[in-house]
């Protein structure tokens, strides 16, 4: 994307032990040089049960890598058994989180609704939303993927103010890319992609949707990520399979 800065998030999902976790940071610091992680915005999304750790090597080792949660509550506190809350997440040094990922919407049936208090949560704890939207196999299919997602996108955003979006991430994840190897097209993710930034524009101002961030996700590796991100309207990846290997996941940030 044109004046954007690069982001390349990983979101592991629920998988590495805790040293893996520990060794995967690692390994992402040490294979990339300093000139790469400042060419691009990189950032690990683990499970919440090792974000203490990343949070320790990223401090200590005062890494050029930022990090974040896949979910989070709607509510700062109380009786919620077995959820995170934002401020919870603030304290643990988060800086994203993910909310309306299409596994989450599928596993907890999380509608837009939900996705948009969990974003406004966010925010409310100085948290930055990856607000994710797309559309699966059937809707494609039959022609309706772009006002599919539209209609996400806006069902996602209640209640989110101007001067909260200036910061917002999108991503763009079709649910039949996700963890299938099959890769949207460059030309389909910049479609949809620049069809988001239009609604934002509508939704926002043509300022705001100017310096919103829109990512791709599906299948991204380091093999397709630079067609992907050359694209004008699309401003990196979230990426999830290849966000486990060390080597791979470099290999996208290089492609920023
Ligand atoms: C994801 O989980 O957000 C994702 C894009 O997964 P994958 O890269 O494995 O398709």
Redesign the pocket.
Known sequence: GTGRRTLVAG?W?MNLNHLEAIALVQKIAFDLKPVELDNAEVVVLPPFTDLRSVQTLVDGDRLAIGYGAQDLSPHSSGAHTGDISGPLLARLGCSYVVVG?S?RRADHHEDDALVAAKARAAYAHGITPIL?VGEPEPVRVAGDHVAYVLAQLDGSLDGITLEQARTLVV?Y?PVW????GRTASAHDAQEICAAIRGRLAERFDAGVAAVIRILY????KGSNAAELFTQPDVDGG??????LDAVDFAAIVRSA
């Open positions: 979101n999902k990922h596994e994710c991503a994840e890319a996700i963890g299938t996700g599906g299948s991204v979230l990426v999830g399979g290849a966000s």
